[in-house]
């Protein structure tokens, strides 16, 4: 039987209440018919909030994922589920806004999204979108005439909500400088053993969601550790609850106020993803991880080739950590 999942009214858009937990479809090398069918799992186990961009390269599989599933019954229509999209450096260019959400509203097969979000404060010169980026083609963010295409976006009903990823306090305050329609939702690395709590109380000051990335530690693309996984507070308490780690992770997350995103294509770990509303972690472990030492794992330099040089802008000014 699906799990329900509980709901958070966003304040500023007019986006549908956002569910709890979303699914993040981000995969590299992405293989759209594996994405298609752990979205029709992800959909049977209750999860009705969704998260691609299109560097991904999944919304196209994302999509029919929810046209079959509408078609099948497991959803009653599209509005059903809440989806999210990004707009990618490259089009982070007035000019390019718009016209880069109209192709993903096409890989989508869908009228509209719930949430479009700018993927990092980050401009690159106009172009194919390649991962990782030069840093020679980095140009100034223009966060006034970005922001206001974004907000056209949203006046024309193609995006139900707006907001931004990745953006410290002084990227948000260059944005509200200049905004009218404020950001919906921050979209952020956050888990146990990378908390922003500096972030998360500017945001919740200003009415601004916090979605959080990573929130079991991330993928290891790099082979790198996985601090939340391999974590011995967590796996204290864990053992202690008879939970598992990321059951943990996702219920502190929860308890925190925040969406977390969690990324797993196996129908066991979807399952075990939402089932995380019916406990809750006692004020001994609420102390326990926030004591645990934090260790960031992505940042804007790990965006961008290890050859070349900024030419047009400096590291500190894009930089996403922010403790």
């Keep these: 039987m699906a799990v329900v999942v509980p709901e958070a009214v966003l304040r500023h858009g007019d986006a549908r209440p956002m569910p709890a937990v979303g699914m993040g479809v981000a995969e590299y090398p992405s293989t759209p018919e594996r994405t298609r069918v752990a979205v029709l799992a992800a959909l049977e186990a209750g999860f ?3 998260d691609t961009a299109s560097l991904y390269r999944t919304e196209a599989p994302l999509g029919e994922a929810i046209a079959e599933a509408t078609r ?3 959803l009653a229509s599209r ?4 989806v999210t999209t990004k707009l990618w450096c490259t089009q982070c260019h007035p000019d390019l806004v718009l016209p880069s959400l109209r192709e993903s509203l096409r890989n989508l097969q869908m009228e509209y999204v719930d949430l479009y979000l700018i993927h990092w404060p980050i401009s690159v010169k106009p172009g194919p979108m390649v991962f990782p ?11 006034g005439g970005v922001w206001r295409a974004m907000e056209e976006c949203h006046r ?7 907001g931004v990823s990745n953006f410290t306090t002084k990227h948000l305050d260059k944005l509200l400088a200049v905004a009218t329609i404020l950001p919906a939702v921050n979209q952020v690395e956050m888990n146990p053993t990378w908390q922003q709590r500096t972030v998360r109380e500017y945001c919740d000051a200003k009415g601004i969601r916090v979605t959080a990335y990573s929130p079991l530690g991330g993928q290891n693309w790099g082979g790198s550790a996985n601090y939340v996984m391999e974590s011995s507070v967590l796996t204290e308490i864990a053992r202690a609850r008879g939970k ?3 059951q943990v992770s996702l219920r502190w997350i929860y308890e925190q106020g925040v969406t977390p995103i969690a990324k797993s294509y196996r129908k066991e ?14 004020d001994e472990d609420r102390l326990k991880i926030s004591q645990i030492p934090q260790r ?8 961008f080739s290890p050859d070349g040089e900024f030419t047009s802008v400096d590291l500190p000014d894009i930089e996403i950590v922010e403790e």
């Design 244 to 246: 598992s780690i990321a």
């Design 133 to 143: 980026v030069k840093k020679e083609d980095v140009v100034p963010f223009d966060f």
């Design 269 to 282: 770990r979807l399952k075990e993803n939402l089932e995380i509303f019916d406990w809750e972690l006692t």
């Design 296 to 303: 960031k794992r992505v940042t804007a330099a790990s965006l």
């Design 72 to 74: 099948r019954g497991l």
């Design 48 to 50: 009705r909030h969704f």
């Design 79 to 82: 509005e059903e589920a809440f």
């Design 156 to 162: 024309l009903g193609l995006a139900k909500a707006i």
